[in-house]
């Protein structure tokens, strides 16, 4: 029971953020205009101060761990090549792109860390696992998207171009970069310039989580049933029970492995519909999945995090 009660502490008030962003928008309070500047705000402002203010304020021999990092480079480029392997066993070739972006793109930077913050009272290893996982998430989902794009094979070196920009300029990536610089070398952080920063990063987890409920579409959730379902489970069951048990033997424990479950195992996020719609796809395919790896990751995440800790991993 203890077990079970540390795990809904962990996952139920972050659904709940995301039930108040869903009910706002149900009652008019916040329209689909609103919600999209909202996601997009704090893509941009809190969340890279968020991770810069937990960066920056520790220790980096502390906080820096390469093989960390190296591991959840590795399993990500993996699950890729897992989940290109099972497209091709779908019928509709015209939904492959679509099929394995949304398998493997987890909301890493907003749902790992309000999870990794209601257990441990901060980011904790959410940032080192970004800068391993998400800069291969952007670019691989623009190849893959590009390659299998309907009516196209090959990449344009125009595409390439804007990928590695993309990279470069995000926000968060830059967040994190920043921070682990500051601490590097040691610079003092003034008290008003920490209060500023602090209260800055605190807007990030609950506006983020009511816009990314106030987008949800439960319309959208039943279309393209059959691939959707098969995603949705390589998203919240399949890639955890294949590289958990790997990361436990690699010795990560707690916050570490508690950012690896969210690489693997949390919803898929909203913006690989938007970027699939973007790039000539019809978008159907992955709207489906972000709203049923959004629904049904409360259950999935509960019960991963109930299994880590009743085996004391966290």
């Known amino acids: 029971m203890e077990n079970l009660i540390f795990s809904l502490n962990a996952t139920v008030p972050v659904f709940i953020m995301m039930i108040l962003g869903l009910f706002f928008r149900s009652i008019g309070w916040i329209d689909e205009g609103f919600a999209s500047k909202m996601n997009k705000f704090v893509f941009l402002v809190p969340l890279p101060v968020l991770v810069f203010e937990d ?3 520790v220790d980096f021999s502390k906080v820096w761990d390469i093989k960390f990092v190296l591991f959840c480079f590795f399993v990500t480029l993996i699950s890729i090549t897992i989940s290109a392997i099972i497209s091709f066993g779908l019928k509709d070739s015209s939904i492959r792109g679509e099929f394995i972006q ?3 793109r987890s909301s890493a930077a907003l749902l790992g860390i309000a999870f990794i913050q209601n ?3 901060n980011a904790g290893m959410a940032p080192l696992m970004m ?11 623009v190849v893959i998207l590009s390659f299998f794009k309907p009516g196209q094979n090959g990449l344009s070196q125009e595409v390439l171009k804007k990928t590695l920009k993309g990279i470069v300029t995000n926000p968060i990536l830059i967040g994190i970069v920043a921070g682990l610089v500051w601490s590097a070398l040691k610079i003092p952080m003034p008290k008003i310039a920490d209060k500023v920063v602090t209260n800055i990063g605190n807007v990030a987890t609950p506006m983020g989580l009511m816009a990314m409920g106030a987008t949800f579409d439960i319309k959208k959730a039943f279309a393209k049933l059959k691939p959707s379902i098969l995603a949705t489970f390589i998203k919240l069951v399949g890639l ?8 436990v033997k690699f010795g990560f424990r ?8 969210i690489m693997l195992g949390s919803a898929t996020t909203v913006s690989s519909f938007v970027m699939a719609k973007n790039m000539g796809h019809e978008g159907t395919l992955s709207s489906s999945v972000v709203m049923l790896t959004t629904m049904f990751s409360a259950f999935t995440l509960t019960a991963w995090l109930y299994i880590l800790r009743h085996f004391a991993l966290i």
Not at 132 to 141: F, K
Not at 240 to 247: G, I, N, R, S, Y
């Open 55 to 57: 960066l920056a304020t």
């Open 102 to 104: 949304a398998a493997y």
């Open 119 to 121: 257990i441990y009272g």
């Open 131 to 141: 800068i391993g996982s998400v800069p291969l998430y952007n670019m691989l989902a």
């Open 240 to 247: 955890c029970a294949v590289f958990l048990p790997l990361a």
């Open 254 to 261: 707690k916050d570490k492995l508690v950012a690896i479950l």
